[in-house]
């Protein structure tokens, strides 16, 4: 689940090969529109991602400034993404990725924890021209083993073997999501499902700007059976803002995950993550804000007047993948955050119970496509109820009022690979509660996806 704006593994030939599962025997040699070489110091590569949505009229008897728009509405978004890397000897390497968007999302991308394409950035409209450049990396591999196993030459590293026990330094710009509660039946972007709270775990709010990344220092050890990472990042100056902040002393992120892949079913790959995450910022608080207007200081629940130095928001998360017979796999995950301090940087969630599945097309002769569904359930705090039901707005949230619910997603895709690198797809959303209000919705969000590997 994203990567930017909720995230995220990086898109690839490698994502490609992923969503099939398997080798393509029909004779094409690649899975990109240009072929890629395993030997080149240089990597260049670059992808297309076209996202077409809309949804009919639902029942919607008051709306907010934030709510989502209860008249039929569609949106389109584009996004181009450019992978620039170069691997020195000694296990070295710079990578860059360049960024280009553009389009009209659906209600401004608010009025939905988990809003339905993940493509689309915590605020759509960014002062700074594009290109932008959205990770920036050195990568160092130390060797701890003799011993080498395969690896996916892919834009986030360009090795084709890597010792079996390593450490791995990243420094620079990146994404939570890259590197954390990855899976890799909800995590891929491209070419799988779409809604934020899908594709990511929405109780990890993972810092970064608004357009979901950060700098920062990530090291992690990894063994055959086991590993775990770290990493010290960055928080943006403000809820949602752009300019991040580089005073360590006064705001910072710290993410911890520790990855068992254990023996549970021969021949069949187990794997559980677990994770912690703590955000040090200048954070407004629920409470206090309700307070304020129950006490006739504010008009209305304001968290702006309540926020300052000093408050942390932590959460956890759990993150199980299951490969089973005939080329199926099954996830689950979980998480909770502490919910009396503001949703700061990803989404307005604070628990999350979600599983989802996936399908390769060998069944019906058709290696490289892909179907998938998930079911996500998101909630807030009783502290971010009583925002909202007294007329407080959250960065995405903020209909006016809450009759409280639970906003539960069901999410359904195909993905068919036409030739090479050029993907087609389909997808459906049923958001039932959206925004968490039983007064809206539910709303049926059908989609189309034109995926191109260069």
């Known amino acids: 689940m994203r990567q930017e704006g909720g995230p995220q593994p990086q898109a690839s030939s490698a994502e490609n090969a992923e969503a099939a599962r398997s080798d393509d025997d029909s004779g094409e040699d690649t899975l990109t529109i240009f072929p890629h070489s395993l030997t080149a110091r240089w990597?260049?590569?670059?992808?297309?991602?076209?996202?077409?949505?809309?949804?009919?009229?639902?029942?919607?008897?008051?709306?907010?400034?934030?709510?989502?728009?209860?008249?039929?509405?569609?949106?389109?978004?584009?996004?181009?993404t450019l992978f620039l890397g170069y691997q020195f000897p000694h296990g070295s390497e710079a990578l860059f990725n360049f960024e280009w968007a553009d389009g009209h999302p659906m209600s401004e991308a608010g009025g939905l924890a988990g809003i339905t394409n993940v493509d689309i950035p915590r605020d759509p409209i960014t002062n700074a021209p594009p290109p932008w450049v959205i990770r920036g990396q050195f990568h160092q591999?130390?060797?701890?083993?003799?011993?080498?196993?395969?690896?996916?030459?892919?834009?986030?590293?360009?090795?084709?073997?890597?010792?079996?026990?390593?450490?791995?330094?990243?420094?620079?710009?990146?994404?939570?999501?890259?590197?954390?509660?990855?899976?890799?039946?909800?995590?891929?972007?491209?070419?799988?499902f779409l809604n934020w709270t899908v594709v990511n775990n929405g109780a990890y709010d993972y810092t970064g700007h608004t357009r979901?990344?950060?700098?920062?220092?990530?090291?992690?050890?990894?063994?055959?059976?086991?590993?775990?990472r770290f990493a010290e990042m960055l928080m943006a100056k403000s809820v949602n803002g752009i300019d991040l902040d580089w005073d360590l002393g006064r705001t910072h992120s710290e993410v911890y995950e520790l990855e068992l892949r254990p023996t549970l079913w021969k021949d069949y790959n187990s794997t559980l993550r677990l994770l912690a995450f703590e955000n040090h910022a200048r954070m407004g608080n629920y409470r206090e804000a309700v307070a304020r207007f129950n006490a006739g200081i504010d008009p209305t629940p304001?968290?702006?007047?309540?926020?300052?130095?000093?408050?942390?928001?932590?959460?956890?998360?759990?993150?199980?993948?299951?490969?089973?017979?005939?080329?199926?796999?099954?996830?689950?995950?979980?998480?909770?955050?502490?919910?009396?301090?503001?949703?700061?940087?990803?989404?307005?969630?604070?628990?999350?119970?979600?599983?989802?599945?996936?399908?390769?097309g060998a069944a019906w002769h058709r290696k490289l496509d892909v179907v998938g569904a998930a079911v996500v359930s998101n909630g807030i705090s009783a502290d971010h109820q009583a925002y909202l039901r007294d007329g407080g707005?959250?960065?995405?949230?903020?209909?006016?009022?809450?009759?409280?619910?639970?906003?539960?997603?069901?999410?359904?895709?195909?993905?068919?690979?036409?030739?090479?690198?050029?993907f087609v797809g389909a997808d459906i959303q049923r958001i039932w509660n959206p925004g968490y209000n039983r007064d809206r919705g539910p709303v049926w969000v059908p989609g189309v996806r034109l995926h191109v590997d260069y």
């Open 393 to 422: 707005l959250g960065f995405l949230l903020g209909d006016g009022a809450l009759n409280y619910g639970r906003e539960t997603t069901f999410e359904a895709y195909y993905t068919a690979h036409l030739w090479r690198g050029v």
């Open 43 to 80: 990597w260049v590569s670059g992808q297309t991602n076209v996202v077409l949505q809309g949804h009919p009229d639902f029942h919607s008897p008051y709306s907010g400034p934030n709510s989502l728009q209860g008249e039929s509405e569609h949106g389109v978004y584009y996004l181009n």
């Open 212 to 228: 979901g990344y950060t700098y920062g220092v990530l090291v992690e050890y990894q063994s055959r059976n086991w590993g775990v």
């Open 302 to 360: 304001m968290l702006e007047n309540t926020r300052q130095y000093g408050r942390v928001k932590y959460g956890f998360g759990i993150n199980g993948e299951q490969n089973l017979p005939h080329d199926l796999r099954a996830c689950l995950r979980l998480g909770w955050n502490e919910g009396h301090n503001e949703s700061y940087a990803f989404t307005e969630v604070n628990s999350t119970i979600g599983v989802g599945a996936d399908l390769g």
């Open 141 to 192: 591999t130390l060797r701890l083993s003799a011993e080498n196993e395969p690896a996916e030459r892919e834009p986030s590293s360009l090795a084709t073997e890597v010792p079996v026990r390593r450490v791995e330094i990243r420094v620079g710009s990146m994404s939570g999501p890259d590197f954390f509660d990855v899976t890799g039946v909800r995590s891929g972007r491209s070419l799988q």
